[in-house]
């Protein structure tokens, strides 16, 4: 049985600073989210800091904008649409959000429901995307590939880029080993599993000061 210590990512939104050079996916007309050819889902360079686009009070920050529609977004991908939501990312471009979806009409009515929740959320600002998994479904092959008792380690495991899969990290002999992945990908169900190395994380218990404080008489 080998030890694994894991940890289960799935971040409901991130943060970009750089637009769609295409524009194509970028049509928003008032009151609709804006949808040009259906591309795939951004993906943000992970080599390039993804600094906030903007300043509130000196410091780096989301555009209102964007945040705001964001966090609408999430609150409906996460509820009512979760059969459609992925992902969505705040500014990318600054004051827009992409929203990931795996069906685009479904996509359209997530993004109105955003703004009926929230009047002062701008639908204008949305550009839908097609992923090809829900959240919903990444975060259930997730907790199958944590359930398993596999011959390598699983450090961590991880929507990955684009929520086009699982991310995992491993030893290099479950890097190297192709039945390792055949393993992770039929606990998903087909699911694509990226398996990379890493270490184990560090458990942080017992690492603390558990001094205890002097006790006033």
């Known amino acids: 049985m080998a030890a694994m210590t894991a ?22 007309t008032v009151g609709t989210a804006g949808v040009g050819s259906p591309e795939p889902c951004p993906v943000t360079d992970p080599g390039t800091p ?6 509130i009070d000196g ?13 609408a977004v999430g609150g409906q991908g996460r509820g009512a649409f979760a059969d459609v939501y992925s992902t969505h990312i705040t500014d990318h471009p600054a004051g827009r959000v992409a929203v990931c979806v795996t069906d685009l009409a479904r996509g359209r009515l997530l993004v109105a429901a955003a703004h009926e929740a929230d009047p002062q959320a701008d639908p204008a600002r949305a550009d839908l995307y097609l992923s090809p998994y829900t959240r919903r479904a990444l975060s259930a092959a997730m907790e199958k590939v944590m359930a398993l008792e596999p011959a390598f380690p699983i450090h961590t495991c991880s929507a990955g ?31 694509p599993v990226t398996i ?3 270490a184990p994380l560090q458990a942080l218990v017992g690492k603390a000061d558990v001094t205890p404080a002097p006790v006033t008489p």
């Open 7 to 28: 940890a289960v990512l799935l971040t409901g939104c991130g943060t970009a600073t750089k637009g769609d050079p295409s524009g194509r996916a970028m049509t928003g």
């Open 50 to 55: 993804q600094t906030p686009p903007t300043l």
């Open 59 to 71: 410091t780096p920050a989301n555009t209102p904008e964007g945040n705001r529609l964001s966090q």
């Open 161 to 191: 880029r684009g929520a086009t899969g699982l991310e995992v990290t491993s030893s290099a002999e479950g890097v190297a080993s192709r039945e390792f992945r055949k393993q992770l990908e039929k606990a998903t169900g087909g699911i």
């Open 196 to 198: 990379k190395e890493g």
